[in-house]
């Protein structure tokens, strides 16, 4: 299974650590979408400890105009 949506981008943040930016996320898809790394992780990798953060913002529309 996919642990991330199709429309979100991740990227290497520092050797251990990554970031992934979930545009128009609300806080049910930054939960559901943790879970799902963390399980993917814990599939692969049995003993290894694996931590989410989520930090939710909004974005001001007018810079995008």
Do not use: H, W
């Not at 996919?2 to 992934?20: P, T």
């Not at 545009?23 to 992780?41: D, G, L, V």
Request: with cysteine; net charge neutral; proline share 5%.
């Amino acid at each position: 299974g996919q642990s991330v949506r199709s429309g979100d981008v991740y990227a290497r943040y520092s050797a251990s650590q990554f970031i992934i930016l979930l545009p128009a996320a609300n806080y049910e898809n930054c939960t559901a979408i943790s879970s799902r790394i963390i399980k993917s992780f814990q599939a692969y990798r049995p003993k290894l400890n694996v931590s989410v953060s989520c930090m939710l913002d909004e974005l001001d529309p007018l810079m995008f105009e």
